[in-house]
């Protein structure tokens, strides 16, 4: 069974930092799309980060030259790490996969992906 579980989020003041990672089980992390996407309240998702099969990155252009999507397919775990954060990032961050055949990082770079976890909120304070 699928399933993806993230952690690491928590509340920091504007420019700060923030990793938020991903425990992948079920499915092989380097075969599978992986994204996350992000949700503010009264707001749509919103496609943060997605790392292709090919280890391929892409990026919202919010968060462009700010965060930093990677993977380690020992430790079966996603990162996203987030720096230079603004008041702007608050939001419910969630991580998702999408298996081979099921659509590539673009457009939604995770946002519609098949599977995604609980989400962990992440609070920028001004």
């Known amino acids: 069974q699928v399933q993806v579980a993230e952690s690491g989020g928590g509340s920091v003041e504007a420019g700060g930092s923030l990793r938020l990672s991903c425990a992948a089980s079920g499915f092989t992390l380097s075969n599978y799309y992986m994204g996350w996407f992000r949700q503010a309240p009264g707001k749509g998702r919103e496609g943060v980060a997605c790392?292709?099969?090919?280890?391929?990155?892409y990026y919202g252009d919010s968060v462009r030259g700010r965060f930093t999507i990677s993977r380690d397919n020992a430790k079966r775990t996603l990162y996203l790490q987030m720096n230079s954060l603004k008041p702007e990032d608050t939001a419910m961050y969630y991580c998702a996969a999408n298996p081979p055949l099921g659509g590539g990082c673009n457009p939604s770079l995770g946002a519609e992906f098949r599977y995604r976890g609980q989400g962990t909120q992440v609070t920028v304070s001004s």
């Open positions: 790392i292709s099969i090919r280890s391929i990155t």
